[in-house]
């Protein structure tokens, strides 16, 4: 089975487009999400342009500030500090990565952490390993929501996470964890990766290497996830050799694939974004 992740991401703007709608008959106001782009890395100006689009699409209110490449940081944390006051703005995103004159842990931690949609500032970091409630990062939200898509109960699951970022395998280890979840966190130097990998029953791929997860590493049955985006050639591949994998789910009751992309979805419930779509 292979989940289409875009028409699950289409779902999902369905019943984020009524919610706001909701709010706004009972309190005539609408979330409002600002962006902040600083430079112009050709992938950021795309992941921006489809965080407006998805926004406006489900009615919020979507402003992307825009820098050139050579903004001061003081100039940076001086708008920050103007938006965490801003009542109209509930969500503020600052686009990474940043150029060089800016630090990224001065940026994280200017933003006030009720607004903080990336889910970066130490506050929500802290709160999410507590187990208390947090905004979390978007793609390792829009992993669990295609998990339970597929297994609602995903208690005592052994998982495996291939990747240890505060982006990606972190968060999902604390995600997983939170749904009872046996979880393992492999990367680098772990030793006998394969033979980790093999054991999963929830396997999640978020490494940034081209079709590393190869058909004897995964077991029967078992939830795949690919987070990865790797440029091969012109073509974009996972972290999962998805045709190896592919061949073994055509099998009845066998592993259950699934591709992540990038299409942002803005969670009025909890201001954050989450990320998922087949490629
Ligand atoms: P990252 O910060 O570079 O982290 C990669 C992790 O993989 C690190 O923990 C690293 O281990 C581990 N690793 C690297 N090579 C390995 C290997 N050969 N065996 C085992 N572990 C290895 O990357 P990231 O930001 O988490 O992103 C991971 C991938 O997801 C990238 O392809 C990225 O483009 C993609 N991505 C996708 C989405 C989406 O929405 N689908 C969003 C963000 C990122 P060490 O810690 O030991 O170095």
């Known amino acids: 089975m292979i989940i289409d992740g875009k028409k699950e991401a289409a779902l999902l703007r369905e019943e984020i487009k009524k919610e706001i709608t909701s709010l706004k008959d009972k309190t005539n106001r609408v979330p409002g999400l600002t962006v902040i782009l600083i430079g112009d890395f050709a992938p950021s100006q795309i992941y921006v342009r489809n965080k407006e689009k998805n926004s ?164 029967d049955g078992s939830i795949i996830i690919d987070v990865g985006i790797n440029k091969q050639g012109d073509k974009i591949v996972g972290d999962v050799s998805f045709e190896e994998v592919k061949d073994k789910v055509k099998k009845p009751r066998d592993a259950k694939s699934v591709k992540i992309s990038r299409n942002a979805i803005f969670s009025p419930k909890n201001l954050s974004t989450a990320y998922f779509s087949i490629f």
């Open 56 to 219: 406006k699409e489900v009615g919020i209110n979507s402003n992307v500030i825009k820098y050139s490449k050579d903004v001061s940081e003081e100039e940076v944390l001086k708008k920050i500090k103007e938006l965490n006051k801003d009542k109209d703005v509930s969500g503020i995103l600052v686009q990474l990565p940043l150029p060089d004159q800016i630090s990224k842990e001065k940026i994280i931690n200017s933003i006030d952490p009720s607004k903080d949609v990336d889910g970066f500032n130490p506050v929500n970091v802290g709160n999410l390993a507590s187990g208390y409630n947090a905004i979390v990062p978007c793609t390792p939200l829009g992993c669990l929501l295609l998990l339970k898509k597929i297994e609602k109960n995903l208690s005592g699951k052994h998982a495996v996470i291939i990747g240890r970022s505060n982006l990606n395998g972190k968060p999902m280890a604390q995600l997983l964890l939170k749904e009872n979840c046996t979880v393992v966190i492999t990367h680098s130097k772990t030793k006998n990766l394969k033979e980790e990998c093999s054991k999963a029953d929830i396997l999640i791929a978020a490494v940034g290497v081209a079709n590393l997860v190869k058909k004897d590493w995964v077991k």
